[in-house]
């Protein structure tokens, strides 16, 4: 991310969202929104055929880590309704990998 405020957040509301404050909080969520819209999309272009499968399985697979994650969960267990239900039927279908990596957990330890 460009602007290392909004990677602050992402990367501590991701794994602690109770450790950000109210208005950082705001900021996730639309960001989690914003990520979860892009990947709804990604979906329905594999879904359509208009993505070739090996490049969904990448896709598919980085999904699983980030749906896994705490503060994405929280979103999508809040907001499931801005998504199609072909989309939701898809994430409720996804099974959480063996070791959840996203770039909260990726590098261990971070200071926040």
């Known amino acids: 991310m460009e602007n290392a405020e909004v990677e602050r957040i992402w990367r501590i509301g991701l794994e602690d969202i109770g450790a950000l404050s109210v208005e950082e909080r705001a900021r996730f969520f639309h ?28 896709w ?19 907001r499931p309704e801005v998504f199609s ?3 939701r039927n898809f994430v409720n279908s996804l099974e959480p990998p063996a070791e959840q990596r996203t770039v909260g957990t990726l590098f261990g330890d971070q200071p926040n």
């Open 31 to 58: 960001a989690a929104y914003q990520f979860l819209k892009a990947f709804e999309t990604i979906h329905f272009h594999y879904v359509y055929g208009m993505m070739d499968k090996q490049l969904w399985e990448g």
């Open 60 to 78: 598919h697979g980085l999904l699983r880590h980030y749906v896994a994650a705490p503060g994405i969960a929280e979103y999508w267990n809040l």
């Open 85 to 87: 239900e072909r989309f």
